[in-house]
C-alpha cells in the first residue's frame, strides 16, 4: 500500500511530494530549462487546497532566477498598472518613465539582462489585460510565465488565441491519492486515514486541517474510529 513518498524541507516543515506537489515541480523544472522554443508559457491548474502554492514557493526557493508573485486580492488588482507594479516590486527594478509603455519596456529589459521565470500565484485575479502585460513580457524578454490558478482562469485562455497559442504546457492537477494520504497519515488505522481523504477529496490543506482537528481530541491516532473522524469531519465542514 505504501507510495514511498519523497520529502522536502521547506519553511522549517517536511512537505510530502504528493501528486500535485511532483507535477508541479516537474512542470516548472521542464518550462525552466533553456530553450530555443519561442512558446514558453505555462497554465497549471488545480482546485484550491491541493498544494499549488506551496509547490510554487518550494520551486521559487531552489530556483534564484525565478520570480515569484502571489498576486494580492482582486480589490488590490483593480487598476491597469497593478502588474507593473508587482513586477517592479519584484524584479528590484524602478523606472524613470512615467507613462505605461516606458515602464513596460524597462521592465522587459530588466529580463533580457537578467532572465528570470516569472510564476504567477492564483492567477484568477488577473484581468485579460493583466494577462496581456505578462504576454508582452513573455514575447519580449523570451522568459518563460507560468500562471498558477483555480479553474476559473481557464476561459480567459480558451477564448482569447493570443494567450492559448502561447501554451507550451497546459496541465490540468489532481489531488492526492488514496493511498498518499493513507501514509502521510501512517499512525492512523488505514481505514481511518483512508475516511479523510475520502471526506476531503485528497485536498491537502483541508487533510491537514481535518487531522489536526482530531488530534486535538486527545485521543491517540492508532486508537482512531472512522465514527469519530464522520463526527469530527460533519463539525468541520459545517464552520
Not at 129 to 147: N, S
Not at 158 to 165: A, L, V, Y
Request: aromatic fraction near 4%.
Amino acid at each position: 500500500m505504501a507510495t514511498q513518498l519523497q520529502t522536502r524541507k521547506f519553511d522549517g516543515q517536511t512537505i510530502h511530494l504528493i501528486r500535485p506537489t511532483r507535477n508541479i515541480l516537474d512542470s516548472l523544472e521542464a518550462l525552466h530549462k533553456p530553450s530555443a522554443e519561442r512558446e514558453r508559457m505555462g497554465l497549471l491548474i488545480g482546485d484550491p487546497g491541493i498544494g499549488k502554492t506551496t509547490a510554487a514557493q518550494i520551486f521559487a526557493a531552489e530556483h534564484r532566477d525565478v520570480c515569484y508573485i502571489d498576486l494580492p486580492p482582486r480589490a488590490a488588482m483593480q487598476a491597469a498598472a497593478a502588474p507593473l507594479r508587482l513586477l517592479e516590486r519584484a524584479l528590484g527594478t524602478t523606472s524613470s518613465s512615467r507613462d505605461t509603455i516606458g515602464r513596460l519596456e524597462d521592465i522587459t529589459e530588466a529580463l533580457r539582462q537578467r532572465p528570470r521565470m516569472i510564476l504567477l500565484d492564483t492567477a484568477h485575479r488577473l484581468r485579460y489585460d493583466h494577462i496581456d502585460v505578462f504576454r508582452y513580457c513573455h514575447d519580449r524578454a523570451r522568459v518563460p510565465v507560468v500562471f498558477l490558478s483555480v479553474p476559473a482562469l481557464v476561459p480567459m485562455f480558451d477564448q482569447h488565441r493570443e494567450f492559448g497559442s502561447r501554451l507550451a504546457l497546459r496541465l490540468r492537477l489532481k489531488a492526492a491519492t488514496r493511498e498518499e494520504i493513507i501514509e502521510i497519515l501512517s499512525d492512523y488505522p488505514e481505514e481511518v486515514a483512508a475516511e479523510i481523504h475520502q471526506r476531503t477529496g485528497g485536498r491537502i490543506r483541508e487533510v491537514l486541517q481535518l487531522d489536526r482537528l482530531v488530534r486535538a481530541s486527545n485521543k491517540s491516532a492508532d486508537k482512531m474510529t472512522v465514527q469519530r473522524i464522520q463526527e469530527v469531519s460533519r463539525l468541520f465542514m459545517a464552520a
